[in-house]
C-alpha cells in the first residue's frame, strides 16, 4: 500500500513539473479598420530560438484559437489567411505561469468586398429574400475558382475581389432565371465595373477607401421566377413609327436577352410585340408581328439561339395595359411593349449537374472554333505555309 502511495505522489509530482513547463497562449484575431473578428486564420506558432515549430491552429468564428505552448520561452507567431496580408507577432512566456494573451489586427489585401443580398424580382406586395442559391465565382484572369457554396442558407453571401482581375458570378436557383455577372476589378482603368450593370437591382453601393484601393461593394440583386405563363415585360426595345427594323438602342437590347438565353439554355420563351391603339387593327397586328419576327430573327442569327427555343407572336393592340379612350403619349406608350412569356423547358438542361468552371471552359472552346481560321488544302496535298508555320 506504501509503495502505491509512492508511485502516485510520484506520478502526481511529474504532472505538476510537466504541466508547470507549459502556459497557454489564448489570441484573438481581428480585420483592420474595427471591421470584426477573422475566421479561419492559420496561426503557426515557433520557438523563435530553436526555430521549432510547436504548432500549427486555426481561429473560429469569433477569431478566437487556443494553444498549450511552452513556458520561459520567446515565441514566434505566424498569421496567414487568404486575401490578407501576413502577420508575425513575438509573444513572451517568461515568468508567465498559466495563461498569455495575444490580440491581433490583420489587414485585408487591396481589393473589394462585393457583399450581395438575394430577393426575389420586385411586386406591387413585397420582397421575398431567397435562401438556398448556389453560388460560385470564378476568376477568368488566374483560371481558377474563387467561391462555391452549393446552397447558401441566409440571402446573402460575399466574395473579394482582387484587384487586376475579371470574375464571372453565376447564382443558380431552382424556379429562378439563373443570373450571370462579370466584374472587371481595376482593369483598364476600370475600378469595379460590371458587364450589364443595369442586371444589378436595384442598385449598387460602394464605400471605398482614399485611392481606391479597397472598399465594400454593397448589392442587392433580384432573381426573376421561371415558371410556365410567367409574363416578362422587356424595356428599351423601340420602332421607328410604322417600321419593324432592329434599330441600334433595340439591339442592345436584344444582346441582354441572348444573354439571358445562353445563361438559362432550357427555357423555351415566346416572345411578343404589342402596339397602341392608333392605326387599324388589321395593321396593328401586321406590324406586331413583323417586329416579332424581326427580334427573334436577329435573337437566333446573331446569338446562335436554336430556333426550336423561340417563338415570334404578334400582338397587335390587342392587350392594351392602358384602357384609356383619350390616351396621352405617355399611355400610348406602355402599350407599345415588348413582353417574353414562358412557354415550357426543354427535358435536357446543358447546366445541369455542370460547374461554372466547365461552363466557361466550354464557352472558350466554342469561341476557339468559331474564331479558328478554316484553311483549304490543294488537291495536291502540300501543306501552306501558315500552317508550317504555327509548329507543333
Known sequence: MKKQSL???IFICFLFQLSAQNVTLEGYVFEDNNRGYLNLVTVTIIDQTTTTQIGTYTTNKDGFFSATVPAGKDLLVKLSKDLFVAKQEIVSTKGQESKVYLKSKMERKPGYIFDVTLAEARNAENVNAITGAQIEV???TRDEETLIIDSITAPNFDVTFERGNHYTVMI??????????????????CILCFEGVGSITPGVSDVMTEGFQMGSVLANIELEPAQIGKTITIDNIYYDYNSSDIRADAALELQKLIGVLKDNPSIILELGSHTDSRGGNESNMELSQA??????DYIITKGNISPTRLKSQGYGETKRVTKCRKCSEAEHAKNRRTELRILGFEDHD????????DILQEERLMREIQDSEII????GGKIPEQIKNKGN
Open 138 to 140: 470564378y476568376n477568368n
Open 291 to 296: 417586329r416579332a419576327d424581326q427580334a427573334v
Open 376 to 379: 483549304e488544302v490543294p488537291k
Open 7 to 9: 508511485l502516485m505522489s
Open 350 to 357: 446543358p447546366f445541369k449537374n455542370r460547374s461554372l468552371a
Open 172 to 189: 443558380r436557383k431552382d424556379g429562378y432565371f439563373n443570373k450571370r455577372l462579370e466584374a472587371y476589378v481595376d482593369v483598364e482603368g
